[in-house]
């Protein structure tokens, strides 16, 4: 049974950074390729960036690119969303999501392991 959990959420100001970690158990987070999604408020859950298992290929949507960045860490069974540039509109709930099927992964119904999200807040 694959679980994930997020961690690094809180309150920034605008203009700050924030990074997010994925931390993976029950398999390998090298044989998944990793997603993020975020929720805004009364809006629904939305791509924000994707990784493959080897790395080599990453996606990100129009809205958080050259400011975010998805890496992975395969020996901590981790993936990393860097988020610098920070705008109040960025406030949402995180979710990490993880999936054995190829890139691009950008919508919700793809991924079949989803970590429970953590708030990520972003004040003007």
């Known amino acids: 049974q694959v679980q994930l959990q997020e961690s690094g959420g809180g309150l920034v100001q605008a203009g700050g950074s924030l990074r997010l970690s994925c931390a993976t158990s029950?398999?390998?987070?090298?044989?998944?390729?990793t997603g993020w999604f975020r929720q805004p408020p009364g809006k629904e859950r939305e791509f924000v960036a994707v990784i493959s298992r080897t790395s080599r290929d990453t996606y990100y949507a129009d809205s958080v690119k050259g400011r975010f960045t998805i890496s992975r860490d395969n020996a901590a069974n981790t993936v990393i969303l860097q988020m610098n540039s920070l705008k109040p509109e960025d406030t949402a709930i995180y979710y990490c999501a993880a999936d054995e099927s190829r890139l691009p992964l950008a919508t919700p119904s793809e991924y079949d392991y989803w970590g429970q999200g953590t708030q990520v807040t972003v004040s003007s």
């Open positions: 029950g398999r390998p987070i090298r044989t998944l390729a």
